[in-house]
């Protein structure tokens, strides 16, 4: 039994060794752009191979490029890296890259027009292998209308002149009519879509009779009903300012342009002080009369205690009111009289003024009132 069982054993050891494999290299690792397709799955050591660049990209180095299957079936290194070719942007395309001026293989531009415009070409062009487009950037023409109709009883004000049977997108024109008719409404244009607005109906419109204005006054104006696109004009009191257009139009809805207003002058709510009014210092005993226009600025003169100097603050007119700054304090009698050249006003001006302090109404005792 002893000659057979070694027997058995070399046998099964002889076995073993000639089915145990072979060291060998599979596909190398690689990076994008080199060419793949020529690569084997299996490598036997020492077979070699060279790396390249497949279409549309560029190799980094000259050497080394070829790579070998080492004993331990690992493969030694190349440095080859392939870069994409690039494709030159067109210069008008640039700004809408933002600031590039080449794009790499294989990228894709799209284009598109804006409304109103329409595309002449591919609306999208690619970076080929050998560094060109594959189609021309599209030319964006503007829309076409025919040109617009007139209302009946009426005509057409074009923005621009136009010549031919059509008009751009975009541009515009005014419908009239024959007076006293007004158009439903007044303007058109030509759309995105390539048509150009309907026209108006022609109508009788007229407005009522002018309104009156508090502390103000029509100039000239009959008090009646007044037709389309005539105007009335308005002017203020004496001392109130006009806001907002002195010249209103009846317009093609039955309604007047606007409504102005006459703002009230504003009197200077303090006994004591000085203030800075009109590029000029003054008491206010000197403000003759006590009154500042709508809009007009005022500047009163507040007390720094820690830096013992003095600031302005502005306030402004408004329609009558004028508020006074917290900050500034009536000096009494004795002081205005006696020691005026202790006033906020008088002393050294501060070389940073504090923040700004809100403005509060002024006291019952110093009312800003209508002047």
């Known amino acids: 039994m002893a000659p057979t069982l070694a027997l058995l054993v070399l046998c099964q050891v002889a076995l073993y060794t000639t089915v145990t494999p072979k060291k060998v290299c599979g596909r190398p690792p690689v990076t994008d752009g080199i060419d793949e397709l020529s690569l084997k ?12 660049c497949e279409q549309g990209y560029l190799p980094s180095t000259a050497t080394p490029r070829r790579m070998t299957c080492t004993a331990t079936g690992e493969w030694t290194q190349s440095d080859l ?29 799209n ?8 595309m002449q070409g591919a609306n999208e062009s690619s970076c080929l292998h050998d560094g060109t487009w594959s189609n021309q950037a599209p030319l964006c023409k503007a829309v076409n209308c025919d040109l617009p109709k007139p209302p009946t009883d009426g005509r057409i004000a074009h923005d621009k002149p136009v010549s031919g049977s059509t008009t751009m997108y975009g541009q515009g024109w005014t419908y009239e009519c024959n007076p006293p008719k007004a158009p439903s409404y007044e303007r058109g244009t ?3 879509d390539g048509r150009a607005t309907e026209p108006p109906v022609c109508r009788d419109v007229s407005c009522t009779i002018p309104p009156s204005l508090p502390n103000g006054f029509i100039t000239f104006a009959v008090m009646r009903e007044h037709s389309y696109k005539e105007t009335v004009k308005y002017a203020c009191n004496e001392h109130y300012v006009l806001e907002g257009e002195a010249e ?10 606007s409504n102005p207003v006459c703002r009230a002058p504003c009197k200077v709510g303090i006994k004591r002080g000085r203030i800075y009014y009109n590029a000029k210092k003054l008491w206010i005993a000197d403000l003759k009369p006590n009154r500042v226009l709508h809009g007009e600025h005022v500047a009163f003169y507040c007390l720094n205690k820690a830096e013992r100097c003095g600031y302005p603050v502005a306030s402004t007119c408004n329609d009558g009111t004028l508020l006074i700054p917290e900050c500034f304090q009536e000096p009494g009698k004795v002081d205005y009289t006696i020691r005026a050249k202790s006033l906020p006003s008088e002393i050294a001006v501060c070389t940073t003024s504090p923040p700004a302090s809100p403005t509060s109404p002024a006291s ?6 209508t002047a």
């Not at 284009?111 to 329409?118: A, W």
């Not at 209103?248 to 342009?257: K, Y």
């Not at 019952?364 to 009132?369: D, E, L, V, Y």
């Open 41 to 52: 799955h299996v490598y036997e050591v020492a077979e070699e191979l060279t790396l390249t």
């Open 81 to 109: 890296a392939c870069s994409p070719k690039m494709c030159p942007i067109p210069r008008p395309l640039q700004p809408l890259a933002r600031g590039r001026t080449e794009a790499p293989f294989k990228s894709v531009l």
């Open 111 to 118: 284009f598109t027009c804006d409304d109103g415009y329409v």
């Open 190 to 192: 030509c759309m995105a």
């Open 248 to 257: 209103i139009q009846c317009r093609n809805t039955g309604n007047w342009s």
């Open 364 to 369: 019952p005792a110093s009312p800003a009132r």
